[in-house]
């Protein structure tokens, strides 16, 4: 192979420094550089500008390539890969030596590469000696992957549109809860569950825990009022109530029952819902009954059925 030729098209993918270049020409007619720091200043001064537009058309193609290969990387081509196949296309058919020189790839790993290549559909090897490499015309060689790659895009989107939906609705739901429940500190529980079970008229039913017969247990004379009034109190307690001494605070007239529940849910004339976070006492309080009612409710009278009706035994024997 020409040696000389190679340098002069060596420009794919390595940057070659050029200063003070001069242009000849030999017998054959081929372009050469050479350097040369004998030349008149007005040779100089003459060559400054090709000698720039040179060096700066060399970069980019340079940087271009460069961006070409990570390009390519996304498709799923190795650097190797991506080296080679752009090398071939840029120069056409080639040997698997030349290839591998003008990519900058090691020669011990050239034929591997090409062989991948192959099998990927981006390139075809011929069978005779020596080996020379095409690549596939990258319309069609990519078309397969463009095709999936597509595919992928317009489900993800498809996705992404539930996604959206399903947060647009989430947000609905939450303007509307903004509008119908307020949040209150323990403090404010207390203060607001006291007011409620005074001006209770008909029914007061709750899921307590721990925390929650604790609250309940301290509005004991509340709560007698209310019973003088005709309103029923039915609590579903917690298994891990039993042997409580708030269990004995409770006035008798109480009907309670202890299941397996762990939540703080207390409704108060089917028109007020208090739940209560058993972990740091914050409520959320809904000032009217609507579907989440109808669900509490609904989740009350279930555990109900199943529950265990403790009437004269609220502090169990040790």
């Known amino acids: 192979m020409n ?51 040179t060096t700066r058309c060399v970069r980019t193609i340079s940087i271009e390539n460069n961006n070409l290969v990570g390009n390519l990387e996304e498709f799923g081509l190795s650097q190797y890969e991506a080296r080679a196949y752009l090398t071939m296309i840029g120069k056409g058919s080639l040997s698997a030596s030349e290839i591998a020189y ?28 020596p080996l020379i490499c095409s690549a596939i015309n990258p319309t069609e060689a990519f078309e397969e992957i463009v095709i999936i790659q597509e595919k992928r895009l317009m489900n993800m989107k498809k996705v992404i549109d539930k996604l959206q939906n399903i947060n647009d609705q989430s947000n609905y739901l939450k303007g509307l809860e903004e509008k119908r429940y307020f949040v209150l500190d323990p403090k404010s529980t207390f203060q607001k569950l006291s007011v409620l079970i ?79 976070d058993g972990g740091n006492g914050k409520a959320a309080l809904f000032p009217s009954i609507d579907i989440l009612g109808f669900s509490y409710m609904k989740i009350f009278e279930e555990e109900w059925k199943k529950a265990t009706e403790i009437k004269n035994l609220k502090i169990t024997e040790v």
Request: net charge positive; with cysteine.
């Open 102 to 129: 003008y990519s900058h790839l090691p020669r011990t790993k050239i034929y591997l590469t090409l062989k991948k290549l192959e099998k990927k559909g981006l390139s075809v090897i011929s069978q005779q000696k």
């Open 198 to 276: 005074e001006n209770s008229r008909t029914s007061i039913i709750a899921i307590l825990d721990v925390w929650g017969l604790r609250l309940i247990s301290q509005c004991k004379s509340l709560l007698i009022k209310a019973i003088t009034k005709g309103v029923k109190i039915k609590l579903l307690i917690s298994n891990q109530c039993i042997g409580s001494e708030d269990l004995s605070i409770l006035p008798n007239e109480i009907i309670i029952k202890a299941g397996n529940v762990f939540s703080n849910i207390i409704i108060l004339d089917s028109g007020n819902i208090i739940n209560i």
């Open 3 to 53: 040696q000389r030729h190679i340098q002069d098209e060596d420009y794919l993918f390595k940057e070659p420094l050029i200063k003070n270049l001069k242009n000849n020409k030999n017998d054959s007619g081929v372009k050469k550089y050479s350097l040369s720091n004998d030349d008149s200043q007005t040779n100089n001064n003459n060559n400054n500008d090709s000698d720039g537009d």
